[in-house]
Each structure stands twice: as C-alpha cells, then as structure tokens.
C-alpha cells in the first residue's frame, strides 16, 4: 500500500510524507514515493496521518452481556473511531480472571478480524477482591494488564501483592480508585448541582483516597500503577506532585471530563450518568491542563455500552456508562488539539504511543520499520454527532447533537484497511 500526499503526524513533527506499508510494517516514508505495479494508492492529500488510536479502557461486554456489546460490534465501533487497537476490562461473565476467558477473547477478536483486541485481566478471582486471580496464566494466554475496573481492590494488602505479584510477569495494575465506604449510595457529583436536582452525590473524596493510596504502594514498593479515569482536581494535582517525587505513577482520563461538567445531570438525562461522575469547571480545567503537562498520559474512551432499557428508567436505577469509540477522536480534536491545548503530536502521544508505551504494545507511531497501523483523519470536516448513526450496540451518548471537527476516514490495521469512511 501507498499513502501518497498526506500530513503525516510523527512523534515530534507533522511533515507532508508518503508511506508505503508491505505486509504488516511501514517500509519506507520519503518526500515523495512512485507506486509500483499493483500498489494500492490512497490519496492522503490535505489530511492528516495519525498513528493508529490506542484505547486501552474498553468495556466490549462479551462474554455474558452480548446485549449490550459484543466483540464483533465492539470491534466495529472501534475501528469506525480511528482505534486500531484496544484493551477491554475483565467485569464479563464469567469475569476475564483466567486464561480460558483470555483466550476465547483473543479468539474471537480473530475471527472479527476488525482491530486489535488486547484482554485485560482481573486482579482478584471473580472481581470479588479476596484473593488474586491467575496472573501468571492470564498473562501467558495474551493478557496485557490487570483491573478490577468497575470494582475497586479495597484491601490494601491484596493491592500490594497484586503489584508486586504483576511485575513479576511484566504487567501493570489499572487502578479503579473508589473508596466503597465513603460512597454511601451516591451517583453524581457532590456540589451545588446535587443539591439542586436532589440526586445523591459522590464526594471527591471517594476518587481521591484511593488515588493517595495507590501513589504511597507506588512509592513504598518502587513499583508502577496506573490510576483509571481521573475526574478531581485534587487526583491531578497529586499525580502531577507523585510523578515529580520519581514515583511511578501514571493516569488517564476521558473525553467527558474534557469536554462536560456536572451541568449535565441538571436535564436529568441519563445518558450524562457515569462513574466517577462528571464534575464540576475546576477540575474540567484541571483535567485539561494535566493532559496538557503530561501528568495524564493517556486519553481513553471508558467506552461502556447499554442497552436502552438499561438507560431509560429514573437516574437513581441507571446504569453508568457512555459509549465512546466513535466520537473520542473529534471531542478531543476539538476541545484540545483545535484550542492549541495540544499539538497534534501530543494528541497522537495522548491517544497512541503512551497507551502503547505503559502497556509494552507494539504501534504508537509512525515509521520505518514499524508496525502499519494508521488512522487516516479531514480535521476539517465539522460533523454533528448523531447516536443513531453509531454501529456499537450502546447508543448510550451525552454529546448527541454536538457539533465536533475532525473526521477518522480511513482506519489501517496491519497494513489492511479495517474501516473507510
């Protein structure tokens, strides 16, 4: 394959390039590069060559909830959204905590055929945090990191040796940071906006204790963590301090907590219901610059499908949750790369090589020698995000109607493409 004329976004630089892929790997990248017999051209020219996304916090549902997601769907969606591979949660049923699990969704994601698909195993047997579940045959089956995500490991001393235990195969600890005793049934921020809708609220706090414990194991054990969807002000801010003290430490955080702020849940649409909740301006803005100064890594989706009978019922009984795969790339193009919070090769950081980077994946960016994996974007078109149109099972969406830029055309996996606008 030859992608002639494009943008292409390197780690560094963005340069007018030409590519040629042969099998699964970039070959060569010149100026400019004359097709051979056979080649197949893809004309590139005023758009963007991204590496390909990296989402490593997916939640594909299957097995056990193929309802609400499945690989196949999943795997659709992902591709549609310019992600060439992604990590998916182990809160299935049966729960991803052995390598049967691990094996059947590497499988499938085979058969698919779409994107890459990379199991995340859990920590603890049945996500139940009692006793840890089996790391080293997980790992041996394919899985590329540990979670309880969905649940946190509340016992510190499992934590520990969970840590420990995962750095003996090389693997990392997603950390969920919910505080389960301080939750007292809450499901949306704390604050002015709780207050008014009468919705229960989760205090700050709740994210934050846990995110202060997982940073002290770090510390104490000279071990790395990963902390999941940071939303506080206060999680940043302790993160940006941990990782200037050498403590190994690294986080994410999603396009919601980017773009929204508990405003939201003032329509009571319950689409606007996720976990940790969307909170309020202050963090939104602390979010932003911690993606802006590197204390956050990674941009994730959290994509976590419903069915609509899962959403339509009062706030307090819904299920949390936003399906993400197909807007992530334009709500971040928009709200960071376009109000030059990012450069494009920090997006591409953001989205690609961090995720490939924490998690030891091969991808993340483009050149010679690597693997072809490559998103093909018109960060010109403005497009209005329509649920309706989405090709997950989970339409489950607060950004219906908005107006975003930037447009995935072209989704390249192994040299193949997976997805054409």
């Known amino acids: 394959m030859l992608i002639q004329n494009g943008n292409v976004v390197f780690l560094n630089e963005v340069k007018k390039a030409d590519i040629r892929t042969e ?26 060559v991204f590496p390909g996304l990296i989402d490593m916090h997916v939640h594909l549902r299957e097995p056990g909830f193929e309802g609400k997601e499945d690989i196949a769907s999943g795997s659709a969606a992902a ?15 049966p729960v991803t ?35 840890l579940a089996a790391i080293g045959k997980m790992k041996q089956a394919g899985a590329v990191a540990l979670s309880d995500d969905g649940k946190p490991v ?12 995962a750095s003996d195969f ?25 207050t008014i809708t009468g919705l229960k609220g989760i205090s700050r706090a709740v994210e934050d204790i846990m995110i202060a414990r997982e940073i002290c194991l770090a510390q104490a054990l000279d071990l ?20 200037k003290n050498g403590v190994k430490v690294t986080a994410e955080s999603c396009p919601h ?22 909170r309020e301006e202050k963090d939104r803005q602390a979010i932003i610059a911690g993606i802006a100064d590197g204390t956050i890594d990674c941009i994730v989706t959290d994509h976590a499908p419903h069915k609509a009978t899962d959403k339509n019922v009062e706030y307090a009984q819904a299920a949390f949750g936003i399906s993400g795969l197909e807007t992530s790339f334009a709500l971040c193009y928009t709200y960071l790369a376009e109000p030059g919070v990012l450069t494009l090769p ?27 994996d490559l998103m093909i974007a018109d960060l010109s078109k403005e497009w209005t995000i329509d649920s309706a149109s989405f090709v997950s099972k989970g339409k489950n969406t607060p950004f219906n109607g908005y107006t975003v830029r930037g447009a995935v055309e072209c989704t390249i996996v192994d040299g193949k493409v997976k997805y054409s606008a």
């Open 170 to 194: 090389d693997l990392i600890c997603l950390s969920h940071c919910e505080d389960k005793n301080l939750l007292n049934g809450g499901f949306v921020n704390e604050g002015r906006n709780s």
């Open 346 to 372: 920090e997006l591409a950081r953001r989205m690609s090589y961090n995720p490939a980077k924490i998690l030891h994946l091969e991808g993340g960016e483009i050149a010679e020698g690597k693997v072809a």
């Open 224 to 243: 790395p963590v990963h902390i999941c969807h940071v939303s506080t002000y206060s999680g940043v801010q302790m993160i940006r301090d941990a990782k």
């Open 97 to 131: 905590d052995n390598a049967v699990v691990v094996s059947y969704i590497i499988n499938r994601a085979k058969e698919v055929n779409l994107c890459k698909v990379r199991p995340i195993g859990a920590i603890t047997a049945g996500e139940n945090g009692e006793a």
């Open 154 to 165: 509340m016992n510190s001393q499992i934590m520990r040796l969970a840590m420990e235990y």
């Open 23 to 48: 099998g699964r790997y970039v070959t060569q990248i010149a100026d400019s590069l004359t097709p051979l017999a056979g080649e197949e051209v893809i004309d590139a020219t005023s758009r963007y």
């Open 257 to 278: 907590y980017v773009a929204l702020t508990d405003d939201i849940i003032l329509s009571f649409d319950t689409n606007t219901k996720v976990n940790p909740p969307v």
């Open 79 to 93: 591709v549609k959204g310019g992600f060439t591979q992604i990590c998916c949660m182990p809160n299935t049923n």
